[in-house]
Structures are given as structure tokens and as C-alpha cells.
């Protein structure tokens, strides 16, 4: 599955220390006012700051390669073996790891662990990295005392189902590349060569083959719709992406809300929407970017004098501003 993350804004300053060197560098910090402060604690007086363009990090799947977890897994259970504590273990891992973002994981189980969590606990809280056979096993060796042997068996295991996993990939290499050559000239073909047949079989004037007639109605339907076509694959790509970062957004990142959660502000009232209306049902969020969502729900509106309620389907288009969810209402979308 794909992932997306938004970074700490970066910064480049430049300055002089109290002796009068002049210094410059980058450096991240949640808002300007958060870098002169840090500056100030290294008595550094700034003359020039510039926030760099922020940016989204693509990765894919848990963003941590799977040999990288089995690495982890096994110099684990070798400092466990040896006797080394466990705080010290996974700080001396959470420096040591090539996976800025594996490093970052330890990190955090660190801060668990040294918090007065169990091992298990803290490996839990990162379900997309350390999956419910890896924390259940821990967990076993973590009360019956036998956590490094637990570490050994995981890391033989982990690695075996590697060396599998790469010996399948390798294996499908090759069919991949066939089939996607083999769609790819049947695609242009269809498109641009088939038509060209086309016309000097209608200058016959004969009648033609069924199968004939199927693959120029192929060839007319492909080359009518051929941007649509391509549009749609870009679309997907993209609803993919987008619901990938309000699935897997922190809190720290306001435009990274869960959809469930942003549907529950939406019942709630809390959305900058839901308020104004009497009745709420049904309510659907169709993400298009990180700050712009349509919701299509059931709105109510009770009669002057009493009576049923009456419901209508109505699309608004909300757009996230300073944190918050607004809503247009110039831009109110045709009904489903």
C-alpha cells in the first residue's frame, strides 16, 4: 500500500555567533518561531531565514524493506543474547539502522519501553512494521523469559520467507515484462494502426468477418476514449495516493484525517458543516487532495409546522483552511 508523509518544515538560516563567526545552515523546526529559539539556545544571532518548499515523501508499503526488519530482528536477539538491556539495545539500533524511517519505529518502542511498556506493547503500535505473528511471538518470550531464543527463531524465519519472496519476484520478472509489452502493443495498435486498415476496408466494400468487425469496433471504441482512458488511470493513481495519507497522516498533519474520522465531524457538527442542518445521514467523503474533500450525505429539514422529515442528497465541496473545514456553498454539486 502506498504511503504518503509530510515532512518538519526545513529552514535555512544564516547568522553570527557571539564571538562574530558568521554561520549558515539548514535546519528543521515546526515554525519560525521554533528555529530562532533553538538558534538561541546555541547563541546564535540570525540575520536571514528562508523556509524551503515543503514536500511529500512517497514510499511504498510500510516504507521499511523487509530485509531491513530481519536485519533488525537478528542483531536484536544477538545484543539480547549478549546481555545488554533492552533500552540500551534498541538505542544503539535506532542509530545503527540504514531505514531512516525503521530508525525513527525504534526510536519510539524505545521511548515505550523506557515509559514502563512491554516490548510487545511497543511493537504493537506499529502494526504496518511488525505484523501480529512477530508482536505475539515477543510477547510469548517476554513472559516466558526466553526473548532472545524467541528473537533467534523470528529472525531464521523472517529471513527464510525473504530469500523466498525474492526468489518469486525474481520468477516473475519475466512473465511482468511480457505481459505489459504485450498490452502495451496491443494498445497502440488498436489505437493508431488498426484504423488505417479500417478505412481501406471500407473502400472495398465488402462485408468482413465477424471477428474482423470485433476488433475494428475494439480499435473505433479504444480510439475515441483513448485521453479518457489515460485520465482514468491518473485518477486512481491519485484517489490511491490521497486516501493513502488521510489513512496513514499523523496528528501532527492537519490535512492527514482519517476518512472515518472526518465523517464523524461531519455527524458531530464539528466540521464547520454539520451544524447548520437539522438532520445528518448517510454521510460519504470523497477525498480529491490533502485539503479538499466533497461530502455527499442525507440532509434533513424539518416542515414549519412539524411533519416528517424530508430528505434530500446533496455534494459540497470543503476545503481545509487554517486547520479547519469549510464549506463553499456556492459550490454545492448536482445531486447523486
Not at 524511517?101 to 519510539?108: F, K, N, S, V
Not at 473502400?203 to 475494428?216: D, F, I, K, R
Not at 498533519?253 to 472515518?260: F, G, L, P, R, V
Request: net charge positive; aromatic share 8%; with cysteine.
Amino acid at each position: 500500500m502506498q504511503q504518503w508523509e509530510v515532512d518538519v518544515p526545513l529552514f535555512e538560516y544564516k547568522g553570527k555567533t557571539l564571538a562574530g563567526t558568521a554561520v549558515a545552515g539548514e535546519l528543521r523546526a515546526k515554525s519560525r518561531s521554533d528555529l530562532e529559539r533553538l538558534l538561541r539556545r546555541k547563541k546564535i544571532m540570525i540575520s536571514n531565514v528562508n523556509k524551503k518548499p515543503s514536500q511529500l515523501k512517497f514510499r511504498i508499503g510500510s516504507g521499511v524493506p523487509r530485509i531491513e526488519i530481519s536485519r533488525f530482528t537478528r542483531q536484536f536477539a544477538t545484543m539480547i543474547g549478549a546481555g545488554l538491556p533492552m533500552v540500551q539495545c534498541l538505542d544503539i539500533l535506532s542509530k545503527q539502522m540504514e531505514s531512516a524511517e525503521l530508525r525513527r519505529i525504534i526510536g519510539q518502542v524505545k521511548e515505550s519501553v523506557s515509559s514502563g511498556s512491554t516490548l510487545a506493547e511497543g511493537l504493537a503500535k506499529h502494526k504496518k512494521i511488525f505484523d501480529d505473528l512477530f508482536v505475539n511471538m515477543v510477547e510469548a518470550g517476554e513472559v516466558g523469559g526466553a526473548l532472545d531464543t524467541i528473537l533467534i527463531r523470528l529472525a531464521n524465519y523472517r529471513e527464510k520467507a525473504d530469500a523466498l519472496i525474492r526468489k518469486v519476484r525474481g520468477a516473475l520478472i519475466y512473465p511482468s515484462v511480457i505481459v505489459v509489452v504485450a498490452v502495451s502493443v496491443t494498445f497502440v495498435m488498436l489505437t493508431w494502426i488498426v484504423p488505417v486498415f479500417a478505412k481501406m476496408f471500407a473502400g472495398l466494400g465488402a462485408e468482413l468477418p465477424t471477428p474482423t468487425q470485433v476488433v475494428l469496433a475494439i480499435s473505433g471504441f479504444l480510439q475515441r476514449n483513448v485521453g479518457k482512458i489515460l485520465m482514468a488511470i491518473v485518477m486512481l493513481w491519485k484517489d490511491e495516493k490521497y486516501e493513502a495519507l488521510y489513512e496513514y497522516g499523523t496528528d501532527r498533519n492537519k490535512t492527514a484525517i482519517s476518512k472515518e474520522k472526518f465523517v464523524q465531524k461531519m455527524k458531530h457538527g464539528s466540521g464547520g458543516l454539520a451544524s447548520s442542518w437539522e438532520t445528518l445521514q448517510d454521510v460519504d467523503a470523497r477525498i480529491k487532495s490533502p485539503t479538499l474533500v466533497y461530502v455527499t450525505a442525507k440532509i434533513g429539514h424539518r416542515a414549519k409546522h412539524g411533519g416528517t422529515v424530508k430528505f434530500r442528497t446533496e455534494t459540497y465541496e470543503m476545503k481545509l483552511e487554517k486547520g479547519i473545514w469549510k464549506t463553499d456553498l456556492s459550490k454545492l454539486m448536482k445531486a447523486r
